[in-house]
């Protein structure tokens, strides 16, 4: 089942244009993370935030959890060709002891040059 | 540091089949997890093993099943393969199971059930 629901499912944008994804998910997480995928290709993490936190920067990437709406956003500034991925955030919970990582279904950002 | 190795990258098999994946983690990372990626299900948590010991399981059928060595490399494995067990077929590692942080991926098994 998934726990993270992305929202929107596809995004197209001009390049230079700024692209907010959301993502809200359904039960207490430890922390929630964005990994970024190539066509076919495996994830690659992009940025960590902890449950106690409520933003987060690295370069051109915002993350912003809202843990009362269980809801999280990653905004990528000044977006580029390059940045035409899909983008999927994971939800790190306490299961049987462990901690389990669930992804959501994703969006699929089409940045236009 | 090499990252993380599956092989093979892409397979055929037919209905009926079994098929074996690999994944040789990260070097000093003992957790791996395996996840099926399919167009309309996303990203599926199939198992997760540290320790020679599965940790973590999602809700997938008997017939896949995985094992870790005591070097930390994994392999999963699934019987009596179906025409949806067509995927691509995920590993990622991470330093420990339970302490939470970034998946490590690797580039995925892509598999063709005929």
Known sequence: SQQGEEDPQALSIQEGENATMNCSYKTSINNLQWYRQNSGRGLVHLILIRSNEREKHSGRLRVTLDTSKKSSSLLITASRAADTASYFCATDTNSGGYQKVTFGIGTKLQVIP | ?114
């Open chain 2, 1 to 114: 540091k090499a990252g993380v190795t599956q092989t093979p990258r892409y397979l055929i098999k037919t209905r009926g089949q079994q098929v074996t994946l690999s994944c040789s983690p990260i070097s000093g990372h003992r957790s791996v997890s395996w996840y099926q990626q399919t167009p309309g299900q996303g990203l599926q948590f199939l198992f997760e093993y540290f320790s020679e010991t599965q940790r973590n399981k999602g809700n997938f059928p008997g017939r896949f099943s995985g094992r870790q060595f005591s070097n930390s490399r994994s392999e999963m494995n699934v019987s009596t393969l179906e025409l949806g067990d067509s995927a691509l077929y995920l590993c990622a590692s991470r330093l420990l199971a339970g302490a939470g942080g970034e998946l490590f991926f690797g580039e995925g098994s892509r598999l063709t059930v005929l």
